[in-house]
């Protein structure tokens, strides 16, 4: 069972968002707010973000999901949430 407060965001980033440090935008924020999870490209050219925490430092990661790193151009960020699985130890890239 999950701990209390800990929830999971589970976000399709879509636009220019693949080949613009995009993955590495997230993992230093998700990083900076004490977040664990992954981040992967995906094949349609969206990017997928896991993330799992307290619900306001996830809150904030989605702001920043919104507006991406300097060169990317985000168009729509679709945020689902959800119970935390506590799987996760870290943030990091995940391939496949």
Known sequence: MAESGKVRLHAIVEGNVQGVGF?????RNANGLGLS?????????TV???AEGERE???QLLSALRRG?????????RPEWGQASL???GFRVKYG
């Open 23 to 27: 993955r590495a935008f997230v993992i």
């Open 37 to 45: 999870g992954w981040v992967r490209n995906r094949w349609d050219y």
């Open 48 to 50: 997928e973000v896991v």
């Open 57 to 59: 430092p996830l809150e």
């Open 69 to 77: 790193p300097g060169a990317a151009l985000v168009t729509q960020v």
């Open 87 to 89: 799987d996760f130890e």
